[in-house]
């Protein structure tokens, strides 16, 4: 495996699902080990490391929306999920050596600093991993939004999108058997085509800031470090395809 790294700084996007392993919700207590070991060995190689996690594992806005819950009450209650998994993560990264920081978008001081985008540079500056919770701060918008924002900010090298495909696909692989893995793509083939892998929000946001998506498969043990190594992992989305 490559060990040299093609990004000087990357943000991860990791949705609620991945930590739920497999049990149907929840956090499995083997994935985080796992997990914080590979960021742990991306961050050893001297790449500035971020995250945004999502709240699918706990609950989802649009599910509680669909439980009777105001559109949104629910956005907030995902948003206080995100929080729940940022400090899970902390914690096993941690435990791993790592100095990290939780930053969120919603204050509240006893468990994690407000996020303010120079403070969140200067962590990144001095080797912490940084973990951005509670999305955006506002209803409305999803941890997608949310991590092109924060990449966006930060002047990420690249958004590292783990899924649990191995990468961008024509259709919804695991509904449509006929679905063909698109190994390069541009910005503008996602949008025409409204392909589920990422809203249009956060799409665009990477598409103005000019910073290219890789979409692999995180579930498969040491992807992210052959994507930051530049291994023929995913498909990648940028400018040109």
Known sequence: MASTPVY????????????????????????????????????????????????GNIIRGIAATEQGLERVTGDYMGMLATVINALALQDALEK????????????????????????????????RVVIFAA????????????????????????????????????????????????????????????LSIMDAAAVSLCQNAKIPIRIFNIRVAGNIKRVVSGEDVGSTVSEAS
Do not use: W
């Open 8 to 55: 000087r700084r990357i943000l991860l996007k990791l949705s609620g699902e991945v930590l739920m392993g497999s049990q149907p919700f929840g956090i499995a207590p083997e994935v985080l080990p796992q997990l914080a070991q590979e960021l742990a060995e991306v961050r050893a190689l001297g790449v500035d490391v971020a995250i945004v996690i999502g709240g």
């Open 96 to 127: 791993k050596g790592c100095q990290t920081r939780v930053l969120t978008a919603i204050e509240m001081r006893q468990v994690a600093e407000p996020f303010i985008r120079r403070r969140a540079i200067r962590h990144l500056e001095k080797g």
């Open 135 to 194: 999305g955006t701060g506002n209803p409305f918008f999803t941890t997608d939004s949310a991590a092109a924002l924060r990449a966006s900010e930060i002047y990420a090298d690249a958004l590292l999108k783990g899924t649990k495909v191995d990468g961008l696909y024509t259709a919804d692989p695991v509904r449509d058997v006929g679905a063909c893995l698109v190994k390069q793509a541009t910005y503008q083939y996602l949008l025409e085509r409204g």
